[in-house]
C-alpha cells in the first residue's frame, strides 16, 4: 500500500515569510509524529498526533511553529516569520498505534526547507 | 530525561565482515527498540524492531537486545557496501520514541 507522502519535497522561501508542510500519513495510522533534522544531526522531535487527544507539542522550538492534524488524518506543521536556523529536513512519520508491537513508525521521504 | 547512545563513527569494515551497531539506553521502562537505516539525503527505512531479550535475526540483520544491561546492538553480517548508511537506534516504551544520534558505517571493497 501507499507510504507516508510528504509535499512539497523542497521548499525555498525568504526570511519572515510563512511556509505549509503537508503529511498524509499511511492509512489506519492513528499516530503521526513531526521531527526536523538538520545536516548531519540527528532527529529532532517536535510533535506527535494520537487520535483525537490533545496533540504533544513539547518539542516544537518556538511559537512561531504549529501544527494541526484534520480528521485525523492529513497533517500541516505552519512555520511563522521563518528564520534561516529554519533550514533543515522535515520528516513525518505515522505508526499504527503505541505500544509495543504496533508502535513501528514509518517515515515519509520529508521536505527540505531552505531559508533564504 | 531519556537518553539513547550510539557512538558517531565512522565504523569501517571491510567488504564480507560483520559490522557491530551498538545502542544504550537509559529508560529502563522501554519497551521496544528499532533500528532504522538512513542513506545520505534520504529519509530513515526501518530495518528490525525487537521487544524481547535475546536475539531475532532477519536474513544478513541481526538485532540482540540486554533489558538488563540496557543495551541493544544490530549485527550485519557479509556486510556490502550497498550498507554504506547512517544506522539509527530507536527506543520506545512511551508514546514518543526517543532516537539516537547514528552511527555511519562505511563498506569498503
Known amino acids: 500500500g501507499a507510504g507516508v507522502s510528504q509535499s512539497p519535497s523542497n521548499k525555498v522561501t525568504e526570511k519572515g515569510k510563512d511556509v505549509e508542510l503537508r503529511c498524509d500519513p499511511i492509512?489506519?495510522?492513528?499516530?503521526l509524529y513531526w521531527y526536523r533534522q538538520s545536516l548531519g544531526q540527528g532527529l529532532e522531535f517536535l510533535i506527535y498526533?494520537?487520535?483525537?487527544?490533545?496533540?504533544?507539542k513539547s518539542g516544537l522550538p518556538s511559537d512561531r511553529f504549529s501544527a494541526e492534524r484534520t480528521g485525523g488524518s492529513v497533517s500541516t506543521l505552519t512555520i511563522q516569520r521563518t528564520q534561516q536556523e529554519d533550514s533543515a529536513v522535515y520528516l513525518c512519520?505515522?505508526?499504527?498505534?503505541?505500544?509495543?508491537?504496533?508502535?513501528?513508525?514509518?517515515f515519509g521521504p520529508g521536505t527540505r526547507l531552505t531559508v533564504l | 530525561q531519556k537518553e539513547v547512545e550510539q557512538n558517531s563513527g565512522p565504523l569501517s569494515v571491510p567488504e564480507g565482515a560483520i559490522a557491530s551497531l551498538n545502542c544504550t539506553y537509559s529508560?529502563?521502562?522501554?519497551?521496544?527498540f528499532f533500528w532504522y537505516r538512513q542513506y545520505s539525503g534520504k529519509s530513515p527505512e526501518l530495518i528490525m524492531f525487537?521487544?524481547?531479550?535475546g536475539d531475532k535475526e532477519d536474513g544478513r540483520f541481526t538485532a540482540q537486545l540486554n533489558k538488563a544491561s540496557q543495551y541493544v546492538s544490530l549485527l550485519i553480517r557479509d556486510s556490502q557496501p550497498s550498507d554504506s548508511a547512517t544506522y539509527l537506534c530507536?527506543?520506545?516504551?512511551?508514546?514518543?520514541?526517543?532516537f539516537g544520534r547514528g552511527t555511519s558505517l562505511i563498506v569498503h571493497p
Open positions: 530507536a527506543v520506545g516504551g512511551s508514546y514518543i520514541p526517543t
Open positions: 498526533f494520537q487520535g483525537n487527544s490533545a496533540p504533544d
Open positions: 529508560d529502563r521502562g522501554s519497551q521496544s
Open positions: 512519520a505515522s505508526s499504527l498505534d503505541v505500544g509495543a508491537g504496533t508502535d513501528t513508525q514509518y
Open positions: 525487537i521487544y524481547s531479550n
Open positions: 492509512s489506519g495510522h492513528t499516530a
